[in-house]
């Protein structure tokens, strides 16, 4: 069974700092990884999504990557603004179902 | 833009209660999800259904049930709340799932069990 972890639980930043969040999972044998946000009390937007063949997704100042042989996939954020306070969560995907699982996600504080 | 509601954003409900949270999704999206969300924990499947009146356990699908009976809409059902059913209800729907679709999700109901 796919075990997704999330290091470190929560990341306290100044504004301006790069964002570095790391995602693990223990089954190779993905569809896609997937980046999600989540604000306080609310649902989740998809960030990014990196499909099983790819190495590496941008997005404006969102850069995520992904090494299948080593189970491990990270998000920086670049320059990092107060506006990106928020809980972020990896997902796998690793059936034909759409059933995602979930990493325990990253809370993280940028001070101005 | 896909849209995903829930009945209610926040729910307080009495133990022994019979419990309905509703889902719906305005974009034909065959598969719908029922998770719960809670701290430390992350998100863990309830149920998925991937057509109209189809239906399968996640991972812990114990005191829950679901119905499907139009495409739109999925609810998911607490036959007799119990604290330890305290949670965040996350819905969620995917088009087909397939290496580049992603699951949109409703903005959660926080339920409370007295």
């Known amino acids: 069974k796919q075990e997704v972890t999330q290091i470190p639980a929560a990341l306290s930043v100044p504004e301006g700092e790069n964002l570095v969040l790391n995602c693990s999972f223990t089954d190779s044998a993905i569809y896609n990884l997937q980046w999600f946000r989540q604000d306080p009390g609310k649902g989740l937007t998809s960030l990014l999504l990196?499909?099983?063949?790819?190495r590496e997704q941008t997005s404006g100042r969102l850069n995520a990557s992904l090494d299948k042989s080593s189970g491990r996939s990270t998000l920086y954020i670049a320059a990092s603004q107060p506006g990106d306070s928020a809980t972020y969560l990896c997902?796998?995907?690793?059936?034909?179902?759409?059933?995602?699982?979930f990493g325990a996600g990253t809370q993280v504080v940028v001070t101005p | 833009d896909v849209k995903v509601t829930q009945s209610s954003r926040y729910l307080v409900k009495r133990t022994g209660e019979k419990v309905f949270l509703e889902c719906v999704q305005d974009m034909d999206h065959e598969n719908m999800f029922w998770y719960r969300q809670d701290p430390g924990l992350g998100l863990r499947l309830i149920y998925f259904?991937?057509?109209?009146?189809?239906?399968e356990k996640g991972d812990i699908p114990e005191g829950y049930s679901v119905s499907r009976e139009k495409k739109e809409r999925f609810s998911l059902i607490l036959e007799s709340a119990s604290t330890n059913q305290t949670s965040m209800y996350l819905c969620a729907s995917i088009l087909l799932a397939g290496s580049t679709d992603t699951q949109y999700f409703g903005p959660g109901t926080r339920l409370t069990v007295l």
């Open positions: 997902a796998t995907l690793t059936d034909s179902w759409g059933k995602l699982q």
């Open positions: 259904s991937y057509d109209v009146k189809m239906k």
């Open positions: 990196i499909q099983s063949s790819q």
